[in-house]
């Protein structure tokens, strides 16, 4: 059974960092892609960053590619999301997420097409 374990949220004020860890188990996850949405009120849940883990192609939403970055690491399956410069409106519940297969692109993995979801992590950002 896959489990996706989160980490790492928090409340912080504006202008600082915070990183996000997820570590999966239970699957098999070398042909897929592993990645962050985040959901605020209101708000469609949407892809914050991915990462390929055949390839270790990543990609990161736009709107946050300057201060946001996706890594790895190898051995067991873990990513981490590194968020720096926080904004108020990157206050989400940011989710982990699984897919078995590659998305045709990598930045247009829509949440419809996830795999597994993590329990979920809060992050509020204060201005």
């Known amino acids: 059974q896959v489990q996706l374990v989160e980490s790492g949220g928090g409340l912080v004020q504006a202008g600082t960092s915070l990183t996000l860890s997820c570590a999966a188990s239970?699957?098999?996850?070398?042909?897929?892609?592993m990645g962050w949405f985040r959901q605020a009120p209101g708000k469609e849940r949407s892809l914050v960053a991915g990462?390929?883990?055949?390839?270790?192609?990543?990609h990161v939403a736009d709107s946050m590619k300057d201060r946001f970055t996706i890594s790895r690491d190898d051995g067991d399956h873990t990513i981490h999301l590194r968020m720096n410069n926080l904004k108020p409106e990157d206050t989400a519940t940011y989710y982990c997420?699984?897919?078995?297969?590659?998305?045709?692109?990598?930045?247009?993995?829509?949440?419809?097409?996830?795999?597994?979801w993590g329990q979920g992590t809060q992050v509020t950002v204060s201005s």
């Open positions: 990462i390929i883990w055949a390839t270790g192609m990543t």
């Open positions: 239970g699957g098999t996850f070398s042909t897929g892609v």
């Open positions: 997420a699984v897919r078995s297969s590659r998305p045709v692109l990598l930045r247009l993995w829509p949440a419809s097409t996830v795999d597994y």
